[in-house]
């Protein structure tokens, strides 16, 4: 039953955004999508590169049969050097897991870089790296206690209608422990793999879809799959008003996650 919902969500998020780019009256090419135009599952991965600054403030729910969670975010990123983004994110968070235990802390921080290679006027390249610092509360289902550290490269290629973005990558994850372990779970290796679609409607707004793969980072858990479906929105000025829904396509992955942000860019 779960595989045919998710089956029809996968149609639905995909059918939505690609029954509205046939229905655009503007003319039928991809207008290159700006640096606010960003991924949610992939953010840190995606091809391009901020112009100069990207500061956002994000508030998120997701629920799973292991843990529900509430998170208040920060992600900031930055161009200091040409064709060069440096970013990080961390949050802090409440939990609710089964027997009644609540708790809450900081979540682990993610801090990257990323090479914009160039390309051409239709297709871009980046690589890069991402290091987590184990800054989460484990105990509260909000980290992992573990070190790790990962290579990407990724591409987006504008196609008639759309833009199409892919990422891929492997990640080395240190010994750690997620909430009721009593020891540490061995750290694994875990290939990372992310397919996307813009849709940029208008100048204003660029609709999303992600599909996102990762292995398991630790011994005994679950691989983590997930679609999403969102919309960025830039109203007036130097501000996205961004959000999502996500849902996940594996045990170890949330049952749905709904994201919000606002993001001042300049």
Not at 6 to 35: E, K, M, Y
Not at 52 to 65: I, K, T
Not at 104 to 127: I, M, P, Q, R
Not at 149 to 171: K, N, V, W, Y
Request: hydrophobic letters at 40%.
């Amino acid at each position: 039953m779960r595989k045919i919902r998710v089956a029809l969500l996968v149609a639905l998020i995909f059918g939505v955004c690609a029954g509205l780019a046939q229905a655009q009256t503007s003319p039928a090419v991809a207008r290159p999508t700006s640096s606010s135009d960003r991924l949610f599952l992939g953010f840190a991965e995606d091809a391009t590169v901020v112009d100069g600054q990207w500061w956002e403030g994000q508030v998120g729910a997701a629920d799973s049969d292991a843990v529900d969670a509430q998170v208040l975010r920060a992600v900031i990123a930055f161009q200091p050097w040409m064709d060069i983004e440096i970013g990080g994110r961390v949050g802090f968070g409440n939990t609710d897991m089964p027997a009644g235990v609540d708790g809450s802390g900081a979540t682990d921080l993610d801090v990257w870089g990323k090479y914009h290679l160039g390309g051409n006027d239709e297709t871009e390249f980046s690589v890069g790296g991402m290091v987590t610092v184990p800054t989460g509360d484990e105990t509260a289902g909000l980290g992992q206690d573990a070190f790790g550290g990962s290579a990407f490269g990724s591409l987006r290629h504008r196609l008639q209608r759309f833009i199409l973005t892919g990422q891929a990558g492997l990640r080395f994850n240190g010994d750690g422990r997620v909430a009721g372990d009593t020891v540490d779970r061995d750290g694994e290796t875990s290939p990372m793999a992310g397919v996307g679609l813009l849709f940029p409607f208008s100048d204003n707004v660029t609709a999303v879809a992600e599909a996102r793969w990762e292995d398991a980072r630790l011994d005994g858990l679950e691989n983590d799959s997930r679609i999403l479906g969102g919309i960025n929105w830039r109203p007036a000025g130097r501000g996205t008003l961004r959000g999502a829904v996500a849902f996940g396509l594996s045990d170890g992955a949330p049952d749905t996650e709904l994201m919000f942000g606002y993001a001042t860019i300049f």
